[in-house]
């Protein structure tokens, strides 16, 4: 009984430095703090975004995903803005432009903290307002328009202190909605026209080789689309300037008459009216005084224009919606043509649509050789413009390209530019001091009116303006 009793008492010392020495040489697994990781969405944004804050990519290995909570510092103020938390993703709106340090901590379920932060730009001034962030910057050509338009985004502005603007890579999100239209690229200028009518805020991201983001946003304003028809012209070849059906009243610009050939395009079978122009300035913007960014679109400080700014927006005066659009500069004339998705007419395709084109039968005036059947002018105007369509049309069945109105084509005037035109597409000459005017108006003679007749006139308009206005081309 004593020898077992010696027996146990030796098994127990034997077991219990076995686990003394067990003890001592086991690994020990010891607590490490949660991985913190988080994404914004949208990475960069304005006052009126709201931001999704997301920290599924946090992880606990010790405690388990489960058993972590968080708070967020949206400002970097030592100010917590929530509360300790489970989920893992939470929202926010600011309410002031800037560049901030967004702070998320994160504890486990054993008291060890976890910490991270990122950076992210509010504002529509451009971003670029932390260090190394590339500036955004970027245009849209016109600046309003309507259902159809081509608009031009230009971000050939964006730079960055560290990289050439060729390796930064922009996108694009032409209806502001949070949703990417283009994939990033270096290509900075892209062309979009928008289905539907309503304001916009467009927003262009840049990003920097090293990830860096800023963003910019525009507003702009797509109409509906205006109600202009146009005469889809063929091609073809016509002799241009002093031609035997003009009667032996050329004037010494038109000569030497000379064949042309031209590809094909559409013209309006109408003049401009002063309710499309009206339309036009409140899309863009105009000031009241009829400028936009200091150039002069109308003269409507003149008592006769027919277009008038209410206080807060430009309509025609009652009874003028439809007459030909006067007191425009040719400015105005070339910005109304970007804005609805076309141009200016060149000379030579006015004056081969006033001929009839390929249909043409050889008349003086645009239409007929009988000056009261197809246009207004002095002898049947009351010395004041009309509503457009009132006489009859052309071969093509375009109005009013002989009287009513003179209207702006795109080439600078040069007296002598028939000596030496190109015979095919003309463009006019490289430069000048006056643009070209055709079709004669409401206030001058019949001769004037002739589909040959050359004139000219100061882009400003600061003479002719009241019986100046135009037509729409485009290819």
Request: aromatic share 14%; hydrophobic share 30%; proline share 3%.
């Amino acid at each position: 009984m004593t020898k077992i009793t010696g027996f146990v008492g030796f098994s127990l010392f034997l077991g219990g430095l076995m686990l003394f020495y067990i003890s001592c040489n086991k690994t020990t697994t010891s607590n490490k703090p949660p991985t913190v990781a988080f994404v914004v969405l949208p990475s960069s944004g304005t006052t009126s975004t709201t931001f999704v804050f997301d920290a599924s990519g946090t992880v606990d290995g010790f405690g388990g995903d489960a058993n972590i909570k968080m708070r967020w510092d949206f400002e970097n103020d030592g100010v917590w803005d929530t509360d300790w938390q489970t989920s893992k993703t939470q929202s926010h709106q600011y309410s002031s432009d800037g560049y901030y340090t967004v702070g998320l901590q994160v504890e486990d379920s054993y008291g060890f903290f976890g910490w991270a932060s990122r950076n992210l730009t509010v504002g529509t001034g451009g971003g670029g307002s932390g260090p190394g962030y590339p500036t955004a910057v970027f245009t849209v050509t016109p600046p309003g328009g309507s259902v159809g338009t081509d608009f031009v985004f230009d971000a050939s502005g964006v730079s960055d202190n560290e990289s050439p603007g060729s390796d930064l890579m922009v996108r694009w999100d032409y209806n502001g909605d949070n949703l990417w239209d283009t994939d990033w690229s270096v290509n900075k200028i892209e062309t979009y026209s928008f289905t539907a009518e309503g304001s916009y805020n467009p927003k262009m991201e840049v990003k920097d080789p090293e990830g860096n983001t800023s963003s910019t946003t525009k507003t702009i304003t797509v109409n509906s689309m205006l109600a202009i028809e146009y005469i889809s012209i063929s091609g073809g070849t016509f002799e241009m300037g002093c031609t035997g059906d003009q009667g032996g009243d050329c004037e010494d610009d038109e000569n030497p008459s000379h064949f042309v050939t031209l590809s094909s395009f559409n013209i309006s079978r109408y003049e401009i009216t002063n309710d499309q122009f009206a339309q036009f300035l409140n899309s863009v913007g105009a000031a009241a005084d009829g400028t936009l960014n200091g150039e002069k679109y109308l003269h409507i400080d003149s008592d006769s224009c027919q277009v008038k700014h209410d206080g807060s927006t430009f309509n025609a005066v009652a009874g003028t919606e439809q007459r030909a659009a006067i007191f425009i500069t040719w400015y105005g004339a070339n910005a109304f043509c970007d804005w609805a998705g076309g141009r200016l007419p060149t000379e030579a395709e006015w004056e081969y649509a006033a001929r009839g084109g390929n249909m043409s039968n050889g008349y003086k005036y645009s239409g007929g050789n009988n000056i009261n059947s197809v246009g207004w002018f002095s002898d049947n105007s009351q010395q004041e413009n009309h509503d457009i369509g009132g006489k009859n049309a052309n071969e093509l069945g375009i109005y009013d390209m002989s009287g009513n109105v003179r209207e702006w084509c795109n080439d600078w005037f040069d007296y002598n530019y028939y000596q030496n035109s190109p015979d095919t597409d003309p463009p006019g000459a490289a430069e000048g001091i006056y643009r070209v005017l055709r079709g004669g108006s409401f206030f001058v003679q019949a001769a004037d009116c002739r589909v040959a007749d050359r004139y000219w006139g100061l882009p400003e308009n600061t003479f002719y303006k009241y019986e100046v206005g135009f037509r729409i081309a485009k290819n």
